[in-house]
């Protein structure tokens, strides 16, 4: 019983973390990285994304 | 400096022993150890329970922890504004710091706390998320930190390079 509460506590804190970095990003980033992220689970068929830094570099995610 | 050096201070200047860290703040030894020896990371539970412990604002230890981003840069009028609000009434000062934050909004208070998502969006981000395997979550916490803490923007592919990836696999 203890290990499952610390399994939850460990599976909510990473969500918490996750959500966290999620609503700093713009939401047509969040929307992409979503697409991504479908990508890696095998939702959605392969993509290729980059990203654009503040000086406009771009390179591959 | 790094979380476990900024926490190794914090207990030197304080004389502390890690057990005793582990005592005032009710976190388990073991955990406060390998946080110690860098083998692994204080999540926020954890990050406030050492808060408690050393007597510490919350988001301090946040701040060393890298949940919350660094401090805001030091502006101009702050020496002017922390005189003003040193000589308020405690009433007026808790008003004026009623309205200072919620011009700061969204709060990283709140962020920090909620793992409610908030929009549909997030909903669907959080669903895909919890799909991950745990090692991936990790890799998909630490990718999403980068992105956010770059403000960079991420952007789909270009149609020629759609072809030419289908191209190369194609061929």
Request: neutral net charge.
């Amino acid at each position: 019983m203890k290990s499952r509460r610390a399994r939850r506590a460990r599976q909510l804190n990473a969500e918490t973390r996750f959500l966290f970095y999620v609503r700093r990003l713009p939401e047509s980033s969040q929307r992409k990285f979503l697409t991504y992220i479908q990508y890696n689970t095998g939702v959605k068929p392969r993509r290729v994304f980059y990203i654009v830094d503040p000086t406009g570099g771009k390179r591959r995610l | 400096m790094d979380f476990a050096e900024w926490l190794e201070q914090r207990l030197k200047d304080r004389k502390w022993k890690p057990a005793d860290l582990a005592s005032a703040g009710s976190i388990d030894s073991g955990l406060l150890s390998r946080i110690l020896n860098r083998s692994r990371t204080a999540g926020p539970d954890t990050a406030l329970a050492i808060a408690r412990g050393l007597g510490e604002r919350p988001e301090i230890v946040f701040r060393a922890a890298g949940i919350l981003p660094p401090s805001p840069p030091q502006v101009a009028d702050e020496d002017e504004l922390l005189s003003i609000v040193r000589e308020l009434p405690a009433r007026t000062r808790e008003i004026v710091l009623t309205m200072l934050r919620a011009l700061v909004a969204p709060s990283h208070y709140v962020e920090a706390t909620n793992s409610e998502p908030q929009t549909e969006l997030e909903r669907e981000l959080l669903a895909e998320f919890r799909e991950l395997p745990a090692e991936w979550q990790e890799a998909a916490i630490d990718e999403v930190k980068h992105l956010a803490d770059l403000r960079i923007k991420i952007i789909g592919e270009d149609e020629n390079e759609i072809q030419t990836s289908e191209e190369s696999e194609a061929a």
